[in-house]
């Protein structure tokens, strides 16, 4: 999208984006959001990706984002390994293993995290499915994430393996997003009406399903 913009121009125009879509996360009631978000996730269930992964990387959700208290609690029932993200430093972030529901405390920026006598840091090459959160997503496969970083990071150097996939609502779902090198995409979108399956060649992973 708009090639060639200034590294300025682009930092505006994902401000602007991120800032309509949370805007239109924020409008959504408890109850519409929960429905959406069981809706969401009876859709993951039914992935081939899904099912075959022994190791999710997800994330303790925030109160207007899609919630994944189910789908931990789900994982943990299939016996998958779960992974939650830690923050160790600026744009820096380890997948520490979840070992039951109980173990999650509030962390930076009240997110829920591991407990810190209980965080064992999985290994990033042995994480198979990721579920990456996003302010915005294109049918491109582009992703808009939330400003820090973390994610493209993580994605890119550490575990480029993983099958990636956003679970949005589908009115954070949008023709375009900013984009830079540095951005990473997904390979699935799954939102409560639609699934949209990216053709990105850059990620060398298996799509068999």
Do not use: W
Request: proline share 7%; glycine share 6%.
């Amino acid at each position: 999208m708009k090639d060639g913009l200034p590294h300025e121009a682009m930092l505006a125009l994902k401000k602007e984006l991120r800032h309509k879509m949370l805007a239109f996360r924020h409008q959504l009631t408890p109850a519409e959001r929960a429905a959406k978000s069981r809706a969401i996730l009876a859709r993951l269930y039914e992935e081939p990706a899904f099912q075959r992964a022994r190791t999710v990387f997800a994330y303790a959700s925030m109160p207007d984002e899609v919630q994944l208290g189910s789908l931990l609690s789900h994982c943990l029932a299939e016996g998958k390994r779960v992974a939650l993200p830690l923050i160790t430093g600026k744009g820096l972030m380890e997948a520490v293993n979840l070992p039951e529901l109980a173990a999650l405390v509030p962390g930076k920026f009240g997110i829920m995290t591991v407990r810190p006598e209980q965080q064992e840091i999985i290994p990033a090459a042995d994480i198979d499915f990721i579920v990456v959160p996003g302010a915005a997503f294109s049918p491109a496969g582009d992703r808009l994430g939330l400003g820090g970083g973390y994610y493209d990071r993580y994605l890119a150097e550490r575990a480029p393996q993983a099958f990636r996939a956003a679970l949005t609502f589908d009115g954070q779902v949008t023709a375009e997003v900013p984009m830079e090198p540095h951005d990473a995409k997904v390979n699935l979108i799954l939102t409560e009406t639609r699934r949209i399956e990216p053709h990105i060649d850059h990620i060398d992973i298996d799509h068999t399903k």
